[in-house]
């Protein structure tokens, strides 16, 4: 399989006036940890919603594996390999953890209007299947004992855990992950990063947005860093710490708080 | 005695038909968050639909057509589906109060036109002349309302275990999911916008099947019918009985509709005489009141949402913990 899971070229996106990502052409390798850094406003989240499809690019490409994937809807790009979470975690708040996590599979044979009176039984072997795989993947992101509260009730940490768990059921190569540990407790933050780790020796390829630097350094290899809208530097995250260019970029961006 | 036991028939008939237009609503509302406020249109799709379909041939008037009733039963509720699918495809783009205000002129527009179009409704004075199936054989009696309960009973029924069976599959699970965050839905590979649409026909549907039953009921249906006040009580059924829950939508609407009939009932009997007049808008302001006390003490309403946890089905025992999933 080539080297390149994932390509931008040119990738750009306006607000009206305001560019909020400019020109952005990085790629992700294959069964790494890219750690995603930069001051805030810098157009993280707003890269991450081009690439998921949220958001439709004003300008410039996305490759996945090296078809052209630009423009798909967000529902396109999970079909096609590609699960993300959330900056601010998007439970299904009034559904059990279960059933968010039973949502995720593709195809299934229930999914439509009759599906339910006209395949029956095939439909109740896949919802065993699926109800075995939910609760097993819960139980690998420790969150197995929450399986019948309402998501909602979920801590805020939990629900980053779930936002993961409810990615792996689709089972996509690619994985985007939003500040997964900000706001978390120590303990699960640990978890977290036990069993991306654990992924990603299965495979996994993972893109994580990241503040906290000492995340970014013990855990993320290679780092793309941006600022106000373009990349300032790519490399490894200790060569980033002593980057003249996004210690200016950091420093900019608090002053103009 | 007698007395007691046809209004019993007859209130017991109306508010089974009321519950299946609740039971239309909650698969919209309850389960999918779509904002109808036009329940009254599909409810008159469904009404003017299976009368036009089954009467007998009029002067100057459509139909005639000699179709069986459970044939125009049938197709007054596919022209609420379509219905409900030209609205859906024009609307359902948009969310919430702007939906809730798009619907609600549809069916304002709906009874405008069921008042003016002579030629295909009898306009104000209604459709008239549709003869209730098996009427000359059971003949007009008692013994035909019971024979109308059991018939509308079974329909509820069949509707009831429809939807239960239906929220209890991985479509209802979508439903659900698209109600509590789209956004979410889709980063998970689902197209909301094709089961927002598919949801609300099957929802309207089940509307103009009560619709249909409710026209059979009177033999009659008029723009009268169809007002706005309407849509409110089907709302106020739900929200009382509970959204999210097909039980707790039948018992809203038994409840409700008797809240309703008595009260008219106990003001047209004990109200002084001035206040007469106002009996309609009396009824109006409780069952606004009853909405708004509702939302503010029991939002849930009586029977509330269940959660779908994991002992619903066939127990599977879960893997140890960080074992891969596969
Ligand atoms: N929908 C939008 N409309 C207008 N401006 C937006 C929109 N979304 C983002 N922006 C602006 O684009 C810029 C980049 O925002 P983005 O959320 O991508 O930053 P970020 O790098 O993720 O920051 P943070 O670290 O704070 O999450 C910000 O200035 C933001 O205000
Ligand atoms: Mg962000």
């Known amino acids: 399989m080539a080297e390149t899971v994932l390509e931008t070229r040119g990738l750009t996106r306006d607000f009206g006036p305001f560019r909020a990502v400019d020109g952005v052409s990085l790629s992700v390798r294959r069964g790494t940890i890219t750690g995603l850094i930069g001051p805030n406003g810098a157009g993280k989240s707003t890269l991450f919603n081009m690439l998921t499809g949220e958001l439709r690019p004003s300008a410039g490409s996305v490759h996945l594996n090296g078809r052209d994937v630009t423009g798909l809807s967000p529902d396109a790009m999970f079909a096609a390999g590609m699960g993300r979470s959330f900056q601010i975690p998007r439970p299904f708040a009034r559904m059990s953890v279960l059933e968010n996590v039973m949502l995720a599979p593709l195809a299934q044979i229930g999914e439509s209007l009759l599906g339910p009176f006209l395949s029956r039984k095939a439909m109740r072997a896949q919802e065993d299947a699926i109800r075995a795989k939910a609760l097993s993947v819960l139980e690998f992101v420790t969150l197995g004992h929450l399986a019948d509260h309402p998501a909602g009730k979920i801590s805020g940490g939990q629900m980053k855990l779930l936002e993961l768990a409810r990615v792996l059921m689709g089972d996509p190569e690619l994985i985007l992950l939003d500040e997964p540990a900000a706001g978390v407790n120590p303990t699960l933050t640990g978890i977290l990063i036990e069993r991306i780790e654990e992924l990603n020796r299965q495979g996994k390829t993972f893109v994580i947005i990241e503040h906290d630097m000492d995340f970014v350094m013990a855990h993320c290899d290679p780092v793309i860093a941006l600022a106000e809208g373009r990349v300032v530097f790519e490399g490894t995250a200790a060569e980033s710490q002593s980057n003249p260019i996004l210690l200016d970029a950091y420093l900019g961006a608090m002053s103009d708080d | 005695m007698i007395g007691v036991l046809s209004y019993l028939v007859f209130f017991s008939t109306v508010a089974a038909i009321l519950s299946i237009a609740v039971l239309g609503l909650n698969l919209q509302w309850g389960n999918t968050g779509l904002f109808n406020g036009g329940v009254a249109a599909f409810f008159g799709a469904g009404a003017y639909g299976t009368l036009i379909l089954a009467r007998p041939a009029q002067e100057a008037q459509f139909g005639g057509f000699d179709i069986p009733y459970l044939v125009a039963l049938a197709g007054g509720m596919a022209v609420a589906a379509a219905l409900a699918w030209v609205v859906g495809r024009l609307t359902l783009r948009l969310r919430h109060d702007y939906l809730a205000i798009a619907t609600f002129g549809v069916a304002v527009a709906f009874e405008n036109v069921m008042r003016t179009t002579e030629w ?26 019971l024979a109308l309960l059991a018939f509308v009973l079974v329909l509820l029924a069949l509707t009831y275990l429809f939807l ?46 009560a619709g249909g039953l409710y026209a059979t009921t009177y033999a009659f249906i008029s723009p009268q019918d169809i007002l706005p006040i309407l849509t409110f009580q089907i709302w106020a059924m739900l929200i009382v009985g509970g959204a ?7 018992l809203g609407a038994f409840t409700i509709w008797a809240a309703w009939t008595s009260s008219g009932w106990l003001l047209s009997r004990f109200a002084p005489s001035e206040a007469q007049l106002y009996t309609g808008t009396i009824q109006y302001i409780l069952i606004g009141l009853v909405i708004v006390g509702m939302l503010l003490w029991r939002p849930q309403g009586l029977f509330p949402e269940k959660l779908v946890v994991s002992q619903s089905g066939r127990t599977n025992k879960p893997t140890k913990a960080g074992s891969v999933p596969s």
Not at chain 2, 180 to 207: N, Q, W, Y
Not at chain 2, 244 to 250: E, F, T, W
Request: no cysteine; net charge positive.
């Open chain 2, 120 to 145: 295909l409704s009898g306009g104000a004075r209604g459709v008239r002349g549709f003869q209730r199936p098996l009427q000359d054989v059971i003949g007009a009696g008692l013994t035909y309302n």
């Open chain 2, 164 to 209: 239960e069976r239906l929220v209890a599959s991985p479509f209802g699970r979508l439903l659900r999911a698209i109600r509590e965050d789209e956004t979410a839905a889709r980063s998970l590979g689902k197209s909301p916008a094709r089961i927002r649409l598919t949801a609300f026909v099957a929802g309207s549907a089940i509307m103009g099947l």
């Open chain 2, 244 to 250: 999210g829950n097909n039980r707790g939508a039948i």
